[in-house]
């Protein structure tokens, strides 16, 4: 059962939904499109809740600031050179070049895009889309790799992985066998994007966010929590 609640803080509110799971500590996310949920034990009161979020309040208004940057209402990027795009967690700039040949390297602390008419940023636009979406798929396929085998027998066989934008999540687990992973990881550090896809395939094991799954979870990777922490402050 998820309730929807909110607290005052600095004369602003800030909205969150509450969710009772089986694990032992309170954890608090903001996602993508702003969101806050508060996952909290099931013997946690409401007053214990809400003090922690009001504990919290400064974190969640960072983060939440982060993620506006990828909101489509935020002013487009221009795709002209000097601006700045994130990598695996890194800023890099746009170095736009004219070349006979169309195509995107990355080199130094830049992204060089090679194209025939620099002028042309609706083209620099589906180059660097396209650059990014050939790594996410690449460096994703390679997490999940990695991640079945943190998890050895306990899986079945190893999922299928599909890449797919989503406002709302990271990554989500399919009851049909399927790992369903954001393209826009790519961007973040190495070791989160390898957080939410063991996170996701715990949930092959495990499907709810039980005891079981947080066992799971820190038993495959002890660090998680503070994976986790690195990709909501990114």
């Known amino acids: 059962m998820t309730t929807n609640h909110e607290i005052k803080f600095s004369g602003k509110r800030i909205e969150f939904r509450l969710q009772r799971s089986g694990r032992r500590t309170l954890a ?38 982060f993620f506006a940057d990828f909101l489509p209402q935020n002013p487009p990027r221009r ?5 700045t795009h994130r990598y695996l967690g890194r800023q890099y700039r ?16 830049f992204i060089w895009v090679h194209t025939p008419r620099k002028a042309d940023t609706a083209r620099v636009r589906k180059l660097v889309e396209g650059w990014y979406l050939a790594h996410a798929r690449e460096r994703l396929a390679r997490s999940v790799r ?4 943190r998890l050895g027998r306990r899986l079945t066989q190893i999922p299928r992985m599909q890449i797919r934008r989503m406002p709302k999540r990271w990554g989500s687990w399919t009851r049909r066998g399927g790992i369903w992973l954001n393209p826009e990881l790519v961007k973040a550090p190495a070791s989160c994007i390898d957080y939410v896809v063991v996170h996701e395939l715990c949930h092959a094991v495990h499907g709810n966010h039980g005891r079981a799954f947080y066992d799971l979870l820190r038993r495959v990777m002890p660090d998680w929590e503070t994976r986790k922490a690195r990709l909501e402050r990114s």
């Open 28 to 65: 608090i996310t903001v996602r993508p499109d702003l969101a806050v949920v508060v996952t909290a034990p099931q013997g946690a009161s409401l007053e214990t809740v809400t003090a922690k979020v009001r504990k919290r309040a400064n974190w969640i208004r960072r983060q939440q600031d």
């Open 79 to 83: 795709y002209v050179s000097g601006e």
């Open 94 to 109: 746009l170095k736009v070049v004219e070349a006979a040949t169309a195509e995107v390297k990355l080199r130094g602390r």
């Open 146 to 149: 990695e991640g079945a085998a």
